[in-house]
């Protein structure tokens, strides 16, 4: 890995451009948001110097002007806009506000944890980094339990379940092809691997992850794959996973066994015991399949920081809109009282006892937890078709997940003394 | 626990609740550890529950609390001392015999299980309570072998071929079993008709490598006429219409109140299906159970089949059923000239309609007009039609007098008939269409072109191939920019749907149309065919830098975001929607 995850410092935003500029309007002009990130991430992989002008008009980029780009900014119906000599009036708004311009440097290297057998279109970051056009690998067990992560700059986690009680569907869709498929493939990759149990597996991989994050990854995890993973994290030495996954049953002091300083964000989680209920534990706050339990959706608020003293914060939360209505997955949102304190919060319900999005530093890396599964199908149901992405090209949630992408790009500032 | 374990556990208690206040009083005693089960503190719920049954050891709300609680908690073994203490003080309660029962299931005591549940059984020797319970406690630990020997106990020492057919039919289910499902279905249908929805409910989900055996059990020559009808609605579910319907018209020999209930219901269940065949069985059924209701009912039910049978394809059905009623409604005489139309008697369908003048409403009467007019321009009797539109002054109508002008040659006519038929007249497609040739028409400087004319007639009449040829030569004759690449796009078009041969025809004329160039829409919108082309036989990246050549050569055309969306496809950046 070749680019430090730790950006609580970035290079002197100042910076003139002395050959002719694009600027991407990332505000409501936009024609369309999404193809924006690709086109910026197209940009610096191709060695070329772009910024990210923060809070400026809705987070906008700044590319060289090319041929080149301004070709595939056409093609993909992206808005773009001149700004030779526009730029002085342009920086010095940026220098006089709540604003800053963070140089892109190096494309990160991507990857997407997901099983062999996914479809391209199984979860969000996936279809968004396909409709951008951003490149990107998909690994999965064997790959991380083997140091696979080294040769990535940024792991995606989407909707696997790290406890190994495959979303704790296996009672629910007894029978069903696709879960024996998974139950199948898992078992089989566990014995491969010279694991005894799935459950076992999957704690493995969760510290591998755990450490790819500490050597420098940049982590971002979506739907059950946040709850999971850091309840796999705490349960190192404890049985948490039901009968029916290895075996034996939970521990009945499981609760009081957890060790939280080996998570990322939570703490203090209560879990979920019944295997017929597909929820893991309180971390997550509206319980989609919690019965009476479950909480309706409401509308997320993205916090605003400091682009000149917060710049990772303010790249993640940069959006047209400030408030983006919530959607559910398996793992919705975050109850507050289960974070850890130092974990940032990105975006909350107001009066709400769960947040949104939430973000933190781990050892050289940081880690992005996003709660929901797809912010375009907010009561996603198993078989539900796949989202088409060229309908919401200016997807509030969407961008939100691209902000994780690119915000890797980003070129670190030497700290100040 | 499984959820049938949970469900029984609810079930009982809603009995216990609803049988006895005062036991309904004892039941609320409990109220604090249901609200915290449902919050999920399980051991704070057990905690409670305990309590109560220590006060009141037959509490079943509490017993039964705790067998949910504890199951959870992984703590069942404290449950058994409870539950055979309470068993000892009311040995003849179902509800705890059948709590005991799962309880030794759940501790995966099987030898217990069986001695328990044979004592139960020897107490009510006539009762089949004991096996159920039996089999399903190990069922719901997944035990199938062990529970099909407890239900097959059952059946043996209670004697009766349909004995616990149910459950073994749902066991058989749920351990992949369909064939041996489908016979111990055949046996509960036979001992009790109200099955049987049920039992093709179930079987409707098997899989497709076993429907033939499944249905060899339901429909072969032994099968009783109940089981038969069952096999006719699991073909419906299973999308075989034709055959259940052979299946079905198999078992009317009987005029009875089974066979008209059986033929309604096959009726509802074929509707579900949208396929042509679907319609059509559904349009038999209800014939045929139209012959079994008084009227109005019989009359609207053959109206409806009517429908469904010319919906299906089946127009010499649907005549049947109408010529078989001579007292046929407004709604009968219409369809009977549809499908006389449909079938080409236009002369007859012509005369009738001047006959049943007063019998058809209006509307009907212009509907039939109309179809009429399209029916004889499609065999080129232009002065016909336009006689068959008499002097209906309706917007549909001048609309169909414009394209009468059209196939004429008479393209200033044309245009003026669809400027005053407006954008609205007659359905979307037709309305769609009538305003792609006015975007056409626009284009050519001349009033007339007998060429063109003809050549759309062609196209009307459904001659795809004369027709390409005609509208080439009809182009020829035009400007290019004063008609002739709009003419060739619709040669084209035509050429590209009609596939096959004609595809390298369309590429042909696509890449004329590029090629020109202009202002006018035919150059991107021709690009763009030609895209789609390609795409649809398997070469996208081909179409890829016509795709771009469009987007970038006319970026203010309407085709652009069409442009974009099939790029996307192309590069496989979205999903197939």
């Not at chain 2, 060429?451 to 005609?470: C, H, K, N, P």
Request: hydrophobic share 45%.
């Amino acid at each position: 890995m070749t680019i430090g995850a730790r950006l609580s410092s970035f290079l002197p935003s100042f910076r003139h451009s002395v050959i002719p500029s694009l600027l991407i309007p990332m505000d409501d002009a936009q024609t369309d948001h999404l193809k924006a990130y690709g086109l910026t991430y197209k940009a610096i992989q191709a060695g070329l110097k772009a910024e990210w002008l923060l809070n400026y008009r809705g987070g906008s980029f700044l590319v060289p002007d090319l041929d080149a780009l301004r070709r595939d900014a056409a093609l993909n119906g992206i808005r773009f806009e001149p700004v030779d000599s526009g730029m002085p009036a342009v920086r010095g708004e940026i220098e006089a506000n709540n604003m800053d311009a963070v140089p892109l440097e190096k494309a990160p290297k991507v990857a997407v944890y997901a099983p062999p057998n996914a479809a391209p279109w199984d979860d969000a970051v996936t279809m968004a980094l396909q409709y951008a056009g951003i490149p990107f690998t998909k690994i999965w067990d064997a790959d991380v339990v083997n140091g696979g992560l080294r040769d990535y700059d940024w792991l995606h986690l989407h909707h696997e379940d790290f406890t190994g009680q495959y979303s704790k569907f296996f009672l629910i869709y007894s029978g069903l092809p696709w879960l024996a498929e998974m139950v199948q493939r898992n078992s089989d990759m566990a014995r491969r691997l010279g694991f005894q149990t799935v459950p076992d597996l999957k704690k493995a991989v969760a510290r591998g992850i755990h450490g790819y994050v500490e050597n420098g990854g940049f982590l971002f995890a979506m739907c059950t794959a946040t709850e999971t993973i850091d309840l796999a994290l705490a349960a190192e030495h404890v049985d948490i996973a039901a009968t029916f996954a290895d075996g034996t049953p939970i521990d009945p002091d499981a609760d009081a066994k957890l060790d939280w300083s080996k998570s990322f964000a939570f703490t203090s989680a209560h879990l979920e015991p019944n295997p017929l209920v597909a929820s893991f534990s309180d971390i997550d706050g509206h319980q989609v399949n919690g019965g009476a339990r479950r909480q309706p959706l409401g509308a997320f608020t993205l916090f605003n920081f400091s682009a000149k003293i917060d710049p990772v914060p303010t790249m993640l939360v940069q959006n047209h809109r400030q408030v983006v209505s919530d959607f559910y997955g398996l793992t919705t949102s975050f109850t507050r009282n289960r974070l850890k304190p130092g974990v940032t919060i990105l975006a909350e319900e107001e009066g709400a006892p769960w947040v949104k999005y939430v973000h933190g530093d781990l050892g050289k890396g940081t880690w992005t937890f996003f709660g929901g599964h797809d912010p375009e199908d907010p009561q996603h149901q198993i078989g539900d078709p796949p989202t088409d992405l060229s309908l919401h090209p200016h997807s509030p949630g969407y961008r939100l997940i691209l902000n994780n992408v690119l915000f890797p790009a980003a070129k670190k500032r030497e700290l100040k003394t | 626990m499984t959820r049938s374990l949970n469900w029984a556990a609810v079930a009982s208690l809603v009995l216990v609740f609803s049988a006895d206040p005062g036991r309904a009083a004892r039941g609320q005693a409990i109220g604090p550890g249901f609200e915290l089960e449902r919050s999920g503190r399980y051991a704070d719920a057990a905690t409670i529950y305990f309590t109560t049954v220590r006060s009141d050891p037959t509490n079943l709300p509490a017993l039964l609390g705790l067998e949910r609680t504890l199951f959870v908690l992984n703590r069942m073994s404290e449950l058994l001392p409870l539950v055979q203490q309470a068993r000892a003080r009311l040995p003849e309660s179902p509800a705890l015999r059948s709590l005991e029962l799962r309880v030794y299931a759940a501790l995966n005591q099987t030898d217990s299980l069986a001695a328990i549940a044979l004592r139960w059984a020897a107490s009510v020797p006539r009762s089949d309570a004991p096996y159920r319970e039996w089999g399903l406690a190990l069922v719901d630990r997944r035990m199938w072998d062990e529970a099909r020997r407890a239900y097959l106990t059952g059946r043996k020492t209670l004697g009766g071929e349909g004995t616990l057919a149910i459950e073994l039919a749902e066991l058989e289910q749920r351990a992949g079993n369909w064939e041996a499902s489908a016979a111990e279905w055949v046996r509960a249908v036979t001992r009790s008709a109200d099955v049987g929805p049920n039992a093709a409910s179930q079987l409707a989900d098997a899989p497709a490598p076993v429907h033939e055996h499944v249905a060899r059990i339901l429909t072969g020559p032994d099968a009783s006429v109940r089981v038969r009808r069952v096999g006719a609605e699991v073909l419906l579910a299973w999308g075989q219409p034709n055959e259940a319907w052979v299946v079905m018209d198999q078992t009317l020999g009987q005029d009875d109140s089974d066979t008209q209930v059986a033929l309604r219901r096959f009726a509802d269940l074929a509707g579900a299906l949208p396929t042509p065949e679907g319609h059509r069985v559904r349009g038999m059924a209800l014939t045929r159970w139209a012959d079994f209701v008084p009227s109005p009912v019989s009359d609207r039910a053959r109206a409806e089949a009517v429908r469904e049978l010319l919906e299906g394809g089946d127009r010499a059905g649907a005549r049947r059923v109408l010529e078989a009623h001579a007292d046929a409604t407004a709604l009968g005489q219409a369809s009977l000239l549809q499908i006389l139309i449909a079938d080409g008697q236009l002369d007859v369908a012509a005369a009738r309609l001047e006959a049943s003048k007063t019998a058809l409403t209006a509307d009907d009467r212009g509907a039939l007009r109309l179809a009429l007019a399209q029916a004889r321009i499609a065999r080129g009797e232009l002065d016909r039609a336009d006689a068959a539109l008499g002097d209906d002054s309706s917007v549909a109508a001048i609309a169909q007098r414009g394209w009468i002008a059209l196939y004429r040659g008479n393209l200033k006519g044309a245009m003026e008939a669809f400027r005053v038929a407006g954008p609205y007249a007659t359905d979307r497609a037709a309305a769609t269409e009538r305003t792609a040739m006015m975007a056409l028409l626009q284009r050519i400087q001349e009033e007339s072109s007998p060429e063109l004319g003809a050549a759309l007639l062609t196209l009307a009449r459904g001659d795809s191939v004369a027709a390409i040829a005609a509208l080439r030569r009809a182009a020829s004759r035009l400007p290019v920019q004063g008609g002739r690449l709009e003419v060739q796009l619709l040669a084209g078009q035509v050429a590209a749907q009609k596939g096959g041969d004609q595809e390298a025809i369309a590429v042909a004329l696509f890449d004329e149309v590029v090629r020109a160039g202009g202002e006018g829409a035919a150059p991107p919108a021709a690009e763009l065919d030609w895209a789609r082309l390609l795409v649809r036989t398997g070469r996208s990246a081909e179409a890829i830098p016509h795709l771009e050549h469009l987007i970038l050569t006319y970026p203010n055309s309407a085709f652009v975001p069409e442009a974009r969306r099939v790029l996307e496809r192309a590069k496989g950046a979205i999903p197939k929607s």
